[in-house]
């Protein structure tokens, strides 16, 4: 199985902050790889699939990058409503697994 | 506009059954493969089961096999899941989405996209 380890868990962020985040995997798979955004009380969203390909209607200061076992999320200049936790998503084979999750807060 | 409704979530007892259901509008439901994901609350997410166009095929986590059924209806755009023999740590917000997929480089490639709200289930005497 195909483990997900975010870092950091948590991060403390200013608006305009430009944000970094890690999705390290157990082992190289496909860059079939997606990140979530979720706000409290709300459903995850997609952000990003494929590793790096935007879903249509996400803001441009969100980018994915990486393949093989190390993948990242940046968002280059944190907006307020950017602040929410974000987990990533490993789509290569069963069982489909998150990473822990992200959980970015205001400074 | 794509949606998806999920409903039948409640308090239950140890040991006993919950039937979830989950209303697809908005697009081509036969035309997808459907999963199942659940969060317990304040925590993260855990992808619980899937099932492809007709139905035939299905995948489970190891947490869940045995005790829980996917199934679904393309007649009625609906998705199921039925959980027997619950236990405490079955407690958790439970989500219908729909697997989105393309191919890239060769490969297919594939995320979940929408999600619906939610349903929250309960384990607890």
Redesign the interface.
């Known amino acids: 199985d195909i483990q997900l380890t975010q870092s950091p868990s948590f991060l403390s962020a200013s608006v305009g902050d430009r944000v970094t985040i890690t999705c390290r995997a157990s082992q190289v798979f496909s860059s079939c790889l997606a990140w979530y955004q979720q706000k409290p009380g709300k459903a995850p969203k997609l952000l990003i699939y494929a590793a790096s390909t935007l879903q249509s209607g996400v803001p441009s200061r969100f980018s994915g990058s990486g393949s093989g076992t190390e993948f990242t999320l940046t968002i280059s200049s944190l907006q307020p409503e950017d602040f929410a936790t974000y987990y990533c998503q490993q789509l290569n084979s069963y069982p489909l697994a998150f990473g822990g999750g992200t959980q970015v807060e205001i400074k | 506009e794509v949606h998806l409704v999920e409903s039948g979530g409640g308090l239950v007892q140890p040991g006993g059954s919950l039937r979830l259901s989950c209303a697809a509008s908005g697009f081509n439901f036969r035309d997808y493969w459907m999963?199942w994901v659940r969060q317990v609350p304040e925590k993260?997410?855990?992808?619980v089961s899937?099932i492809d166009h007709d139905g035939y095929s299905t995948?489970y986590?190891?947490s869940v096999k045995g005790r829980f059924t996917i199934s679904r209806d393309n007649a009625k755009n609906t998705l199921h899941l039925q959980m027997n023999s619950l236990r405490a740590e079955d407690t958790a917000v439970y989500?219908c989405v729909r697997d989105?997929g393309?191919s890239?480089g060769g490969?297919w490639?594939?995320?979940?996209?929408?999600?619906?709200?939610?349903t929250l289930v309960t384990v607890s005497s």
């Open positions: 999963h993260g997410l855990q992808w899937r995948n986590a190891d989500y989105v393309t890239i490969s490639c594939k995320w979940f996209d929408p999600w619906g709200q939610g």
